[in-house]
């Protein structure tokens, strides 16, 4: 079972939109991925998705989730946060999509192949709660060993 570390776990958001040609709906995706820097391997990837009909009644779901390491508590409780709620959740990072579009795109803006690159290597307690965070393991301390008389 892998064993992640606080400070290796980052976060990558991305934005991406568009319109269902059959049914007319346009659909917004937001998609997170948690990764291992410390080997920079995908630990899940999970993607959020809001539909809005020619009425303007917008329905909730999931759409992709990728694990990497099924087993690990860790990961199963990241899985599980973004199911819980998914209106919830996708709304609350589509507030960091929002807030990143009201501020501005610049020249280090770029398309991923999720959508609009948000922002990569954040801090995993951006989206995720304490209660998960919590999960993953501390970096172990060098101490210097202390002299015996």
Do not use: C
């Not at 976060?11 to 820097?37: C, I, M, Q, R």
């Not at 819980?84 to 929002?98: G, L, P, Q």
């Not at 501005?104 to 398309?111: E, F, M, Y």
């Amino acid at each position: 079972m892998p064993i992640f570390k606080k400070e290796n776990v980052k976060l990558d958001l991305y934005y991406a939109s568009g319109k269902h040609e059959d049914s007319g709906s346009k659909v917004a995706e937001v998609t997170v991925l948690v990764n291992n820097k410390e080997n920079n391997t995908e630990i899940i990837a999970v993607t959020l998705r809001r539909a809005t009909d020619k009425a303007r009644k917008q329905s909730f779901g999931m759409g992709a989730v990728r694990m990497e390491f099924g087993a690990d508590e860790f990961t199963n409780a990241v899985h599980e946060h973004f199911r819980s709620d998914v209106e919830k959740r996708f709304k609350e990072v589509m507030s960091e999509v929002m807030d990143f579009i009201e501020s501005g795109l610049d020249n280090s803006t770029w398309i991923g192949a999720f959508g609009l690159k948000i922002y990569t290597d954040a801090d995993a307690n951006v989206l995720l709660p304490d209660s998960i965070i919590n999960l993953l393991t501390e970096s172990e301390l060098v101490t210097e060993p202390t002299a015996t008389e």
